[in-house]
Nanobody, 113 residues
Framework: VQLVESGGGSVQPGGSLKLSCAASGFASGNYGMSWYRQAPGKERELVGTISSLIDSTNYADSVKGRFTISRDNAKNTVYLEMNSLKPEDTAVYYC???????WGQGTQVTVSS
């Protein structure tokens, strides 16, 4: 089981980024998947989840209405689309597969003017 995140970078406040999490070793579409983030000096926090089967999503209050999780089962990939980014969204973002207790290596997102 392997998760590889990509798509991070630097963006100005109000900008957008779309992160990808490419899974291998299992069919990610059959399982719930999560995105977490960890800012410098802070604990890792849950950003949001997407369930298996019906793909229902849930988000932390801090990102609700701005972030969207989706998946493409044909590509075995989960996405985190981030809009209206704020400086407080700066963090390393991680993909997580709870069923396998597996983390990706993380991708850095920096929001700064």
């Amino acid at each position: 089981v392997q998760l590889v995140e990509s798509g991070g970078g630097s963006v100005q406040p109000g900008g957008s980024l779309k992160l990808s999490c490419a899974a291998s070793g299992f069919a990610s579409g059959n399982y719930g998947m999560s995105w977490y983030r960890q800012a410098p000096g802070k604990e890792r926090e849950l950003v949001g989840t997407i369930s298996s089967l019906i793909d229902s999503t849930n988000y932390a209050d801090s990102v609700k209405g701005r972030f969207t999780i989706s998946r493409d089962n044909a590509k075995n990939t989960v996405y985190l689309e981030m809009n209206s980014l704020k400086p407080e969204d700066t963090a390393v973002y991680y993909c997580y597969a709870p069923r396998w207790v597996s983390w990706g290596q993380g991708t850095q997102v920096t929001v700064s003017s």
